[in-house]
């Protein structure tokens, strides 16, 4: 499967955001889909991840009560709505696919996609 993240951009402390994840070549709801995002010099991250049917998600601690994932089969994309932005945020936003299941670890990943940077000022 190939994967499109779009969506990021240059926004002030407190504003909105949504990702997108597109997916092509195999069908979204064969996989487990994550968000994970990598500042300069640390790190990639684990966000977010939402299983095939979309019955379940989990996030990480630093995100949890501000952003939503979430999925829509029918268009084979996944979605990452950011709210509260803060500059601790800023980052290169990364979505995945994961064929056997749902994870916060990186190498359980199987796809990436290319990344959409994400700039929160102050």
């Known amino acids: 499967v190939q994967l499109q993240a779009s969506g990021g951009g240059s926004v002030q402390t407190g504003d909105s955001l949504r990702l997108s994840c597109a997916a092509s070549?195999?069908?979204?709801?064969?996989?487990?889909v994550g968000w994970f995002r990598q500042a300069p010099g640390k790190e990639r991250e684990f966000v977010s991840a939402?299983?095939?049917?979309?019955?379940?998600?989990y996030y990480g601690d630093s995100v949890k009560g501000r952003f939503t994932i979430s999925r829509d089969n029918a268009k084979n994309t996944a979605y990452l709505q950011m709210n509260s932005l803060q500059p601790e945020d800023t980052a290169v936003y990364y979505c995945?696919?994961?064929?056997?299941?749902?994870?916060?670890?990186?190498?359980?990943?199987?796809?990436w996609g290319q990344g959409t940077q994400v700039t929160v000022s102050s």
């Open positions: 995945a696919a994961a064929g056997r299941r749902l994870t916060d670890w990186v190498k359980g990943y199987d796809f």
């Open positions: 070549g195999r069908t979204l709801s064969d996989w487990h």
């Open positions: 939402i299983n095939r049917n979309g019955g379940m998600t």
